[in-house]
């Protein structure tokens, strides 16, 4: 079992920057892959960012790359994520995620623990 704690959502005007943490409780979080979604009202939960068990190798979808970059301090059993340049389209409720295993994927079904969302508001 994983325990997830997400923290740093907020509101923020366009271009501005928030950084996202999810602090892990429970088994082996150094192995395993970590995901990061988004759920805006009245659409699916997004794909963000994945990162593996160590820094060298992560994977976001375009809408978000070369703005959104995916981190973690094994030592501190902590995954961030940080968010640069964020536009309106951004606003959502943030979650991390925890797979079983240490390969990233991009799908929530692959994901069997869940926090409980952080909220991240971007006016225009």
């Known amino acids: 079992q994983v325990w997830l704690v997400e923290s740093g959502g907020g509101s923020v005007q366009a271009g501005g920057s928030l950084r996202l943490s999810c602090v892990a409780s429970?088994?082996?979080?150094?192995?395993?892959?970590m995901g990061w979604f988004r759920q805006a009202p009245g659409k699916e939960r997004e794909f963000v960012a994945a990162?593996?068990?160590?820094?060298?190798?992560?994977y976001s979808p375009d809408s978000v790359k070369g703005r959104f970059t995916v981190s973690r301090d094994n030592a501190k059993n902590t995954v961030y994520l940080q968010m640069n340049s964020l536009k309106p389209e951004d606003t959502a409720i943030y979650y991390c995620a925890a797979r079983s295993t240490g390969v990233i994927a991009a799908t929530p079904d692959e994901y069997p623990f869940w926090g409980q969302g952080t909220q991240v508001t971007v006016s225009s």
């Open positions: 429970g088994r082996a979080f150094s192995s395993r892959a």
């Open positions: 990162i593996g068990w160590n820094n060298d190798n992560t």
